[in-house]
């Protein structure tokens, strides 16, 4: 199966004061350019020939295949360290361009109460692998409507984390009354 590789950079700063933010991207290509193009001159033979028609095909296959943002600066260790969590997933290779917005979905389910009754509300977390919005990765929406006499509106949450998404859409559901339905069907 698949190998690996390790690389640490060293950047003098000189004087210069953190914070610091640094960008890496991981960038994959199956068959270097060179080494391909090396094998055109004997394209009079038929396997060197089928051989570069299948690079130049699949040459667009080069991919971002992750990114990796956040740091912290930790005096224990010395220096800026890469924030664990913020490696891809191993879903997110599916991905083959940003503009296919590829999710995860997360499903909850929390009750409402309120003196007309109890509520449920079902909760769905896209976990982005690249969101527009970079400090983003997490969107919550809830399945109903609330505050519906008045101007009403589903509930969401954004984050940088599952749990951020989530508590803030349970705030939402929290902050109005439920108004739809089944609250008037109790009432009946």
């Known amino acids: 199966m698949g190998g690996g590789h390790r690389i640490r950079y060293s950047v003098a700063i000189g004087a210069a004061q953190g914070p610091f933010r640094v960008d890496v991207e991981l960038w994959y290509q199956p068959i270097g350019y060179r080494w391909a193009n090396n094998l055109k001159p004997y394209n009079s033979a038929r396997e060197p020939r089928r051989f570069t028609g299948y690079f130049e095909a699949m040459a667009t296959g080069t991919a971002e295949m992750g990114r990796v943002r956040p ?47 109890e509520i449920e509300f079902r909760i769905t977390v ?29 509930p969401v949450g954004w984050g940088k984390t599952l749990l951020d998404a989530l508590a803030e859409c349970i705030r939402s559901i929290n902050r109005f009354p439920y108004e739809g339905d089944e609250v008037k069907s109790a009432q009946a």
């Open 71 to 117: 740091l912290s600066y930790s005096r224990r260790l010395g220096g800026y360290t890469i924030d664990r969590g913020a490696f891809m997933k191993e879903w997110g290779f599916a991905q083959t361009s940003p503009a296919q917005e590829l999710a995860l979905l997360h499903f909850f389910s929390v009750k409402k109460l309120q003196a007309s009754g």
């Open 126 to 154: 896209k976990e982005y692998v690249t969101p527009k919005e970079p400090t983003m990765h997490f969107f919550a929406q809830a399945d109903k409507e609330i505050n519906q006499n008045t101007a009403p509106f589903k």
